[in-house]
DNA sequence: GCCCATTCCATTGACGCCCATAAAATCCCA
DNA sequence: TGGGATTTTATGGGCGTCAATGGAATGGGC
């Protein structure tokens, strides 16, 4: 498997420390990246997470601005300027920064969500929420194609 | 046979292992896919699973959206996010996680449903009471087109 | 010397992997 | 074609390994 997915809470403990799921690790070394680069999500209060994919994307991204446009410096500050490359001891555990756990409502548990590419960190509370609501917008979403595709089935219909 | 069809209820063991159906198994090892991709159904009790040819379905739908946009990281969320590669043991075994038991009700036996190229896991019961219903469903949709088809029998009738 | 951070070790509970058994389906051969 | 033999499934359980977590020890900087 070579793709973020599925979710776990995870406690955090007395020193901070908190392990990153087993799956997730097995993704990073194949990725091939030393450490778990990570920055505050832009859109929501959560931490973004993952290894040499997610840097190339942002820099992807970020090269569509041309050089000294506005929004090249700005996409730049808010995603190089606040990334950090965390260590991963040797259980595989790593510590939130304090920017990182504020600006996600961290306090002692962390919700891990894969998002295949990428995963993302949350205060585990929080991420029941968002899910509950990202779930329903796809649900109808869902729903719209569904019916979009039943509105001519006539045509082939046998018997 | 590349398809999933046919249903079939098995028992949970005591430690929640369940036996994948010895067809289901030969298709998703036709579809090269090591363990079981699977995510609580968006609009049903139960659980979708399967191997590649699911996953790559999923993809195509999240891919569908451009990097960082809004409505990609929702369906990834709630795609992605909420689906696990369940690990098959060498008798053909998996273990459900809680987090898809509860979401389709599943306590100590489940129903394998084919429904081409994946298939939906369900508390038995439930499960009857859904075919039920869709068998009705089915009937009276028929017997509308039945009715069309009476209407200008000189069209295309078949049958 | 004291404090912070990184590394190392220890526990426990879950999970993966192995073998065993019973029932059912399949094959085979008279 | 029928009945026995063989293989495949479904299921049960034992055991070792690994993941998650907690805490101790070690080392470097102030």
């Not at 920055?39 to 290894?51: C, H, K, M, S, T």
Request: glycine letters at 10%.
């Amino acid at each position: 498997m070579d793709r973020f997915v599925s979710n776990v809470t995870l406690r955090l403990d007395s020193k901070g420390r908190v392990s990153i799921p087993a799956a997730y690790r097995s993704v990073l070394a194949r990725d091939g990246f030393e450490g778990l680069y990570c920055y505050p999500a832009l859109d929501a209060p959560a931490v973004d997470a993952g290894g040499n994919a997610l840097m190339a994307e942002i820099e992807s991204l970020i090269g569509r601005y041309p050089p000294f446009s506005d929004g090249r410096e700005r996409f730049a500050m808010a995603l190089y300027g606040t990334s950090e490359t965390l260590k991963i001891d040797g259980e595989g555990r790593v510590s939130l920064s304090d920017a990182l756990k504020s600006h996600a409502g961290i306090t002692d548990a962390v919700a891990f969500v894969g998002l295949g590419h990428k995963f993302q960190i949350w205060e585990p509370e929080w991420f029941r929420r968002e899910l509950a609501e990202a779930t329903q917008r796809v649900r109808t979403l869902k729903a719209e194609l569904g019916s979009q595709a039943a509105a001519q089935p006539a045509l082939g219909a046998r018997e």
